[in-house]
């Protein structure tokens, strides 16, 4: 064989076996999926990683916690632990700090982690207080706090009281929703009051009741800001219970078809949708990539909103992120 066919027939076998190693990588890697709860969000999220499992032929194994907490996504973390055959965890952290020990324990025993929607420490896994995971993969949510503030101050006309519904303190995502929303209104709307947040623990029935006590104590409350699934249905619901849908304006995160129902009745001004399906596939991704020795992975992947209105709402370039689980 003349030498240049010779050098082309090595290079051949050698791109071959790196294909064959990376397809390997694949195929024996197994990734376990824990999200934060039971919710419209992370079905759309666990769409994703499914589709990209297919897609990359990789096995994954899903544990859903039935409620949002430290007590009860622990125990389904400690089980995936103990499983003894996932290479990677892609999680979504119900507590910034409480859940680090666990998810610590994990990478101690061989399984590297992704964190989709939530994150741990303050979420820079540069520099900040946990480094550990690979990366975080979710929204930019303290500027979706922003944007739902801005999107309530102009309902309201700028001026008036206005009431945060959130579900629990210490985690990332809704922590930053408060945080840029209280931010947004301090800084450009000097005539807006805010009250709250109050803490419903993911409930709706509880976000619903506290909600109707802010209305009865505020009579002239203008807005509300509901910054979960479960906390804007909830505060939704006290609204019109209370005879005032369409009168006090509501910013819902989360573009659940409930959410999207209130809006088509002119009960909810703003719906915010995240792309829980991108974070779910592009973590499997991630974690396929890192199998087959990718080194460069970001550090955080922020996966973008499509803000709906009732002028947008049935132009398919924003109504295709409308949480459809099914
Ligand atoms: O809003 C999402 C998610 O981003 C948040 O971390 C927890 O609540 C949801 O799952 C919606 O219920």
């Given at each position: 064989?003349?030498?240049?066919?010779?050098?082309?027939?090595?290079?051949?076998?050698?791109?071959?076996?790196?294909?064959?190693?990376?397809?390997?990588?694949?195929?024996n890697i197994k990734i376990g999926f824990l999200p934060g709860v039971v919710d419209p969000f992370y079905q759309v999220m666990e769409l994703g990683v499914n589709k990209a499992a297919k897609d990359l032929g990789?096995?994954?194994?899903?544990?859903v916690p039935p409620t949002w907490g430290v007590e009860a996504q622990t125990p389904l973390l400690n089980a995936m632990i103990a499983r003894g055959d996932l290479n990677y965890i892609i999680t979504a952290p119900?507590?910034?700090?409480?859940?680090?020990?666990?998810?610590?324990?994990?990478?101690?025993?061989?399984?590297?982690?992704?964190?989709?929607?939530?994150?741990?420490?303050?979420?820079?896994?540069?520099?900040?207080?946990?480094?550990?995971?690979?990366?975080?993969?979710?929204?930019?949510?303290?500027?979706?706090?922003?944007?739902?503030?801005?999107?309530?101050?102009?309902?309201?006309?700028?001026?008036?009281?206005?009431?945060?519904?959130?579900?629990?303190?210490?985690?990332?995502?809704?922590?930053?929703?408060?945080?840029?929303?209280?931010?947004?209104?301090?800084?450009?709307?000097?005539?807006?009051?805010?009250?709250?947040?109050?803490?419903?623990?993911?409930?709706?029935?509880?976000?619903?009741?506290?909600?109707?006590?802010?209305?009865?104590?505020?009579?002239?409350?203008?807005?509300?800001?509901?910054?979960?699934?479960?906390?804007?249905?909830?505060?939704?619901?006290?609204?019109?219970?209370?005879?005032?849908?369409?009168?006090?304006?509501?910013?819902?995160?989360?573009?659940?078809?409930?959410?999207?129902?209130?809006?088509?009745?002119?009960?909810?001004?703003?719906?915010?949708?995240?792309?829980?399906?991108?974070?779910?596939?592009?973590?499997?991704?991630?974690?396929?990539?890192?199998?087959?020795?990718?080194?460069?992975?970001?550090?955080?992947?922020?996966?973008?909103?499509?803000?709906?209105?009732?002028?947008?709402?049935?132009?398919?370039?924003?109504?295709?992120?409308?949480?459809?689980?099914?």
């Amino acid at each position: 064989m003349a030498k240049r066919h010779l050098i082309a027939a090595f290079a051949a076998a050698t791109l071959l076996a790196v294909g064959a190693n990376a397809a390997s990588a694949q195929e024996n890697i197994k990734i376990g999926f824990l999200p934060g709860v039971v919710d419209p969000f992370y079905q759309v999220m666990e769409l994703g990683v499914n589709k990209a499992a297919k897609d990359l032929g990789i096995e994954v194994v899903t544990q859903v916690p039935p409620t949002w907490g430290v007590e009860a996504q622990t125990p389904l973390l400690n089980a995936m632990i103990a499983r003894g055959d996932l290479n990677y965890i892609i999680t979504a952290p119900v507590d910034k700090d409480q859940m680090v020990p666990a998810l610590q324990a994990a990478l101690d025993a061989g399984i590297k982690v992704i964190t989709v929607d939530t994150f741990l420490g303050d979420g820079d896994y540069v520099n900040g207080p946990v480094t550990f995971p690979i990366s975080y993969i979710g929204s930019d949510n303290v500027e979706g706090g922003r944007i739902s503030a801005r999107g309530l101050a102009k309902a309201i006309g700028g001026k008036g009281t206005v009431y945060i519904n959130s579900t629990n303190p210490n985690v990332s995502s809704v922590e930053g929703r408060e945080q840029g929303f209280k931010e947004e209104m301090a800084k450009d709307y000097p005539d807006i009051t805010v009250l709250g947040p109050d803490y419903n623990l993911d409930d709706p029935n509880k976000a619903a009741q506290q909600t109707a006590a802010v209305l009865e104590q505020h009579p002239d409350l203008a807005g509300v800001f509901g910054t979960n699934v479960f906390s804007a249905q909830g505060a939704g619901n006290a609204v019109v219970n209370a005879g005032l849908g369409g009168h006090v304006q509501v910013v819902a995160y989360d573009a659940t078809k409930d959410a999207i129902e209130s809006l088509n009745k002119g009960d909810v001004t703003l719906v915010l949708a995240q792309k829980p399906f991108d974070m779910g596939y592009l973590a499997v991704e991630f974690a396929a990539a890192d199998a087959a020795g990718v080194t460069s992975l970001p550090k955080r992947v922020q996966t973008g909103f499509a803000i709906i209105d009732k002028d947008n709402v049935d132009d398919p370039n924003y109504s295709r992120f409308i949480y459809k689980a099914e």
